[in-house]
């Protein structure tokens, strides 16, 4: 049973960052297709960066400079990686794992694409 749980929300500052961290368990794959989504307040969830098996990225424009996305495939993980934080980007944030994807327009990719989710984490932003 795969699982994934997300860490390092919390409430930072306008202007602060943070590092959010996905530990995948349950798999030895390490060739998912891996994306970071987020929901905010009356919001759809939606994509914000994304990671390929063979470590290709992609980015939502509204990230794009902001946001690096990254993985290690030794400790089966995945981060993001945000800086110069806005109130706007206050959200809950979720990764996703999906066995079958090879790429995605994460700005507009349909979340039901991913088969595996982990329950979020809260990253609030104060100005």
């Known amino acids: 049973q795969v699982r994934l749980v997300e860490s390092g929300g919390g409430s930072v500052q306008s202007g602060g960052s943070l590092t959010l961290s996905c530990s995948v368990t349950g798999s030895t794959d390490r060739g998912y297709f891996m994306a970071w989504f987020r929901q905010r307040p009356g919001k759809e969830r939606e994509g914000v960066a994304a990671?390929?098996?063979?470590?290709?990225?992609t980015y939502a424009d509204s990230v794009k400079g902001r946001f690096t996305v990254s993985r290690d495939t030794v400790k089966n993980t995945l981060y993001l990686q945000m800086n110069s934080l806005k109130p706007e980007i206050t959200a809950v944030y979720y990764c996703?794992?999906?066995?079958?994807?090879?790429?995605?327009?994460?700005?507009?990719?349909?979340?039901?694409?991913?088969?595996?989710w982990g329950e979020g984490t809260q990253v609030t932003v104060s100005s």
């Open positions: 990671v390929s098996g063979d470590g290709s990225k």
């Open positions: 996703a794992a999906d066995s079958t994807l090879l790429s995605v327009v994460i700005g507009t990719v349909d979340p039901s694409n991913f088969e595996f």
